[in-house]
Each structure stands twice: as structure tokens, then as C-alpha cells.
């Protein structure tokens, strides 16, 4: 009976799904993998299977081209090993942090390609992303005026000049015409409230030391305060316009003012200098308002700067951490700077949390295509950035641009980057990268309030090592993601004293998902 109720949840499960799914229109890239083509009257989608009891499903994409692939089978007490080289056995009573959530950015070249879209299109965009038929990102990146993925440099309040009033403070073209459009698209179909981080690049250049948007300046003393309020300002602005924020970082890539690296938009602090002003205006400015709930995040730069912000900063001014919530990192040192980096704020700060606020490919100097159709080398790079980030108790990841041209603009410095979805407004078609699939492995299947919980990798000798991560989901669901970066290989999932077994294709991220009880 046991068996004969088992076989029927398997080919329910395996064979006919609830929910059928708009498969990828693919379009193969020479040396590359493949991206999926949307355009006015095609664009595939992803629906989560609900997990019947004792089953299981799987979701593939690979180098050769699947792209969430839906599989799956059922629990059985068998506890032979014999099948697989490799068991991955779930521990759900060890507990990790508590996820806030998977996103991109709202920047205004994202708004302006968006907008260059038909309607319709500009819908399908929309729901790839946020809808339940899509991503479900539940996050925002979303910069505080311009920035370098902007046509030209601009601030609030640039006139008139040294008004610490901020008297003229208005919202800019962008804000109109692009990305409050955007945000509210995003919001209408979105499967959970859209949690927004707002990061300012540059003051306008009255505040600065010196009188450009990109290379070295720091904040003028006399404009400690205003700056505090310009924050406060654009909160006010964005909650009027049915926007609220959720979030603010302390500055976009500080050290980036201060040793003259960005020829973008910057503004230079080094550690005490932003210690004094969370402390004595920017942390008192906030939780003074009526915005006291929104999240300060500190950091805002590369790995590397992380230890030096907690050991400088806060060993200088201990008070200034009371005012913040936890701290941003993002992503282009992350192949040199150990995670581990990560510990001395989790482990002795457990109650500050830390989220990735910014990464892209093609960013670097000797990275010469910008845009690099269908790599799925690229998706690589974020499939095992985003698993040692959440390994290493990171709340959440936020890519960079949702979307961006095909020379990877516009950006009015000319730093042109890669992005998961490539706009083609000659075409009228968008492309989904593999990076845009990878995201979703995560975003979809990882909801806010999930918990990582412990997993643990069982090898043959000389078998090559998977990387992983797990979590017990609001959905009381398991979920497992594995990278399988070589060959296909049978796999044993363990979950106490059931298993399972599958197949994992060659050069693939697996999403798994299994009811928790
Ligand atoms: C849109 O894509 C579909 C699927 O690839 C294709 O059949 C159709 O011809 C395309 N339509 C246009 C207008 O390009
Ligand atoms: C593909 O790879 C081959 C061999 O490395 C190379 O000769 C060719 O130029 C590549 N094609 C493209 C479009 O990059
Ligand atoms: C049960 O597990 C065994 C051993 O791993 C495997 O060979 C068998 O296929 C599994 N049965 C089902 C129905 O999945
Ligand atoms: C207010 O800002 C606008 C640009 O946004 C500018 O054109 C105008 O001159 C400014 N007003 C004053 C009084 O400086
Ligand atoms: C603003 O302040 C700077 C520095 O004090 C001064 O050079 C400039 O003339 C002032 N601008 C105005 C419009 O008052
Ligand atoms: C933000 O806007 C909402 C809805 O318009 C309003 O109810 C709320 O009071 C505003 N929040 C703040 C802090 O002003």
C-alpha cells in the first residue's frame, strides 16, 4: 500500500506538473551557453511546484542550456549508499541567520532601458523578476540621485548653492520619468513587500571639498548635518511618492573618494570621519524622524574595508554602532578577499547583520567584453559568490543593474558593465542571461524569513567536491542548492533517516525543495 501510494506521488510529481511552464526561447551564443528571448509575444516563466508530501523537486540550469528544468521524485527508507559517490545529508534543527532577501538595482539607465521596451514587453520585464511566474526578488537597490549608470552627474538641491536649508529640494527627471515608474510596476506585482536600500554616490557639489562628481573630495565639516538631512529628504520624497524605504547605506564606496579611484560619482570618508557623523548627525537625524524604523547600513565597499569599518570605526566611536542596523558589501574583491573576513562582525556581532548590496561581471579593466552574451563562466562567478556569502551568514545579495544596452550602458563615464538581462531596443526583445536564471535559483526558493540550516558533504575519494547551501523556508519547506561545477553525477540527499536520490547535470546549479515535516 505504502509502495502503491508512492508510485502514484511520483508520477504525479515527476510526470505531470501542476503548473506548466513557458519553456526558454533559446538562442545559442557561439563558446557560450544561452540566452532566453523575450519579446512582444514570447517570454518563458518558472512556477514553484508545491512539494507534496514525501516528494520531492528539482529544478536544473545548466552550461548546456536547461533552465530551470523541472524534475523530482519521492523520499524512500532505503539506506544504501551504493547509488552515489556523493550524499549531502540536511541537519534542520542547526540554525543559521535568518535570509532578508535577493534583488537588483533600480538605477536610471535599468529605468531608461526599461522604458525603451513596448509596454507589453516592459510587463513581461517586470514579472521575469518579481511576479510569482518569475524571480520573486524581494529587494531594491535604488541610488539616492545619480550615479555612473546615469546619463550625466546630478545631485538634489545642486542650486542654490550652500543651502543647508536643502529649500530646493526636488526630485529629479530620472525620479519621474524612470524609476518611480519602475519601483511601482515592480511593487504591483511583487509576491512580498520590496524592501529598498537607498545609497547616495555624491552630494551635490556645494558640500564637497572639491568641485567634481568623480575622484578624491570629502564632506565639508560645515555640511555634516545638511548631508544627514539630504538622507532624511529623499525619505520624505519617496514615501510622498508611495515609495517606502526600508533601508540606507552610509555612502556609496567610500574609500573610493579617498584615494581617487572612481572617476563616477564619490565621496571619500575614512573611519572616523564617518564614525563622528553616524554619531552625531546622521543616526540622531533618523531615529529623531518619523523615518526611526528604516535600516542603516555601514559600509557600502569592498570586502576588504569590512574589518577596518567594525575595528576603526566602531572601537573609535562604540555609540555610532548603537545607530546602525548591520552592514553592506559588495562583491569586486571577492575572489582575492577571503569570506572569512566576514567572521569578525558575525561572530562577535551577532546581532548587526550583513548584506550584499552591489556585484557585477565584466566590471574590470581586463575584462574586455562589457557585456559577454550567454557566459556561463559569468554565472559561475555569482553561483559560488553568493553561496559563500550565505555560508558565511549573509542575510541577502543584491545584484547591480536589472538590466542594462548591449554595450552594457548607458553610464556617462563610460564604465560599462554586464547585467542578467540585456536589453535590445532596436529588436524589441530582452535576453536573459545565465546569470538571470541563477539569481532565480536563489531568490525564488529562498523566501524572506528563511533560516540556513547546517549541510554536510559526504565524497568518495578523488570525487570532486559540490558546493551548497541550505534552508528551512516560511513555506515549511527544505531547500537545498547545489553547485555541480564538472561532471553529471548521481547524488543521495539525507534528511534524517530518509533519502533521496537524483541526477545532477554536468555544469549545473540544482535547486531542491522537499517538505520540511
Ligand atoms: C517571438 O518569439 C517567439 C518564440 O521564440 C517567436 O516564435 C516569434 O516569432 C517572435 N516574435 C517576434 C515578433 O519576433
Ligand atoms: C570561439 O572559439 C574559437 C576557438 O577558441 C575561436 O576561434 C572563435 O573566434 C570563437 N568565437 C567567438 C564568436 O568568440
Ligand atoms: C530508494 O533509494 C535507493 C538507494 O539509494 C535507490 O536505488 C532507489 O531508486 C530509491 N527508490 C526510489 C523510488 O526513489
Ligand atoms: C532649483 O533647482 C532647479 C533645478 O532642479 C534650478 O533650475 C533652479 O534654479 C533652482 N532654484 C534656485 C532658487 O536656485
Ligand atoms: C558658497 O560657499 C563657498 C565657500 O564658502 C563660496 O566660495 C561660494 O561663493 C558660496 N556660494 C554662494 C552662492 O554663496
Ligand atoms: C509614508 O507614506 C504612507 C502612505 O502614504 C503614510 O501612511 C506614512 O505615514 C508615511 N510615512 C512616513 C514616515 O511619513
Same mark, same amino acid.
Given at each position: 500500500?505504502?509502495?502503491?501510494? !508512492? ?65 523530482? =521524485? ?29 534583488? !537588483? ?69 530620472? &525620479? ?98 564617518? =564614525? ?16 526611526? &524604523?528604516?535600516?542603516?547600513?555601514? =559600509?557600502? &565597499? ?104 548591449? =554595450? ?9 558593465? &554586464? ?20 539569481? !532565480? ?77
Amino acid at each position: 500500500m505504502k509502495v502503491f501510494l !508512492g508510485l502514484i506521488i511520483f508520477v504525479l510529481t515527476s510526470f505531470t506538473y501542476v503548473l506548466a511552464d513557458i519553456p526558454c526561447a533559446e538562442r545559442r551564443i557561439e563558446n557560450q551557453s544561452v540566452v532566453c528571448v523575450c519579446n512582444t509575444s514570447y517570454c518563458d516563466d518558472i512556477t514553484r511546484e508545491i512539494p507534496s508530501q514525501s516528494s520531492f523537486v528539482t529544478y536544473t540550469s545548466s552550461k548546456d542550456g536547461l533552465r530551470f528544468k523541472k524534475d523530482g =521524485g519521492i523520499w524512500n527508507d532505503s539506506t544504501s549508499e551504493s547509488c552515489c559517490s556523493t550524499t549531502l545529508e540536511v541537519f534542520p534543527d542547526i540554525k543559521y541567520q535568518r535570509i532578508e532577501g535577493f534583488g !537588483g538595482a533600480v538605477t536610471d539607465s535599468a529605468g531608461i532601458n526599461w522604458k525603451s521596451l513596448p509596454s507589453v514587453l516592459q510587463d513581461s520585464f517586470i514579472r521575469s523578476y518579481f511576479s510569482a511566474n518569475g524571480l520573486e526578488y524581494n529587494m531594491l537597490r535604488v541610488p539616492i540621485g545619480g550615479c555612473d549608470f546615469s546619463t550625466h552627474a546630478y545631485a538634489y538641491n545642486e542650486l542654490p548653492e550652500n543651502d543647508t536649508q536643502l529649500s530646493n529640494y526636488t526630485l529629479a527627471p530620472e &525620479d519621474i520619468l524612470y524609476k518611480i515608474p519602475m519601483i511601482k510596476s515592480i511593487m504591483q506585482v511583487a509576491t512580498a513587500p520590496v524592501h529598498i536600500v537607498a545609497t547616495t554616490w555624491s552630494p551635490p557639489l556645494w558640500m564637497k571639498t572639491h568641485q567634481t562628481y568623480g575622484g578624491f573630495s570629502r564632506l565639508k565639516r560645515q555640511y555634516y548635518q545638511t548631508y544627514a538631512d539630504y538622507h532624511l529628504k529623499f525619505l520624505e520624497k519617496y514615501n510622498q511618492s508611495g515609495i517606502p524605504v526600508w533601508g540606507i547605506t552610509t555612502t556609496n564606496e567610500p574609500i573610493n573618494g579617498v584615494i581617487s579611484l572612481a572617476s563616477f560619482n564619490s565621496l571619500g570618508w575614512d573611519m572616523q570621519e564617518m =564614525g563622528e557623523w553616524i554619531l552625531n548627525n546622521l543616526g540622531p537625524t533618523i531615529r529623531n524622524s518619523a523615518f526611526k &524604523d528604516l535600516k542603516i547600513l555601514a =559600509g557600502d &565597499d569592498q570586502r576588504a574595508t569590512m574589518p577596518y569599518w567594525f575595528n576603526v570605526m566602531f572601537a573609535r566611536y562604540p555609540k555610532a554602532l548603537d545607530y546602525v542596523d548591520g552592514m553592506a558589501v559588495h562583491y569586486y574583491t571577492d575572489s582575492i578577499i577571503p569570506a572569512a573576513v566576514f567572521d569578525a562582525i558575525t561572530l562577535t556581532h551577532p546581532e548587526k547583520f550583513i548584506l550584499a548590496t552591489e556585484a557585477c561581471e565584466g566590471a574590470f579593466p581586463w575584462q574586455k567584453e562589457k557585456v559577454l552574451l550567454g557566459s556561463w563562466d559569468r554565472a559561475i562567478t555569482y553561483i559560488e559568490d553568493i553561496l559563500e556569502d550565505l555560508n558565511y551568514n549573509l542575510v541577502g545579495w543584491i545584484d547591480w543593474n536589472l538590466c542594462l544596452n548591449l =554595450g552594457g550602458g548607458p553610464n556617462w563615464v563610460g564604465n560599462f558593465v &554586464d547585467s542578467p538581462i540585456i536589453v535590445d531596443e532596436d529588436k524589441q526583445e530582452f535576453l536573459k542571461q545565465p546569470m538571470f536564471y541563477v539569481m !532565480g535559483h536563489f531568490s525564488k526558493f529562498i523566501p524572506r524569513e528563511s533560516i540556513r540550516i547546517k549541510v554536510v558533504e559526504k565524497r568518495q575519494l578523488f570525487t570532486p567536491n559540490l558546493r551548497h547551501v541550505a534552508f528551512v523556508t516560511p513555506k515549511n519547506t527544505i531547500v537545498v542548492i547545489v553547485h555541480n561545477n564538472g561532471q553529471a553525477r548521481n547524488i543521495r540527499l539525507k534528511n534524517g533517516g530518509k533519502q533521496a536520490t537524483f541526477n545532477l547535470a554536468a555544469y549545473s546549479i540544482t535547486t531542491v525543495e522537499f517538505p520540511y515535516e
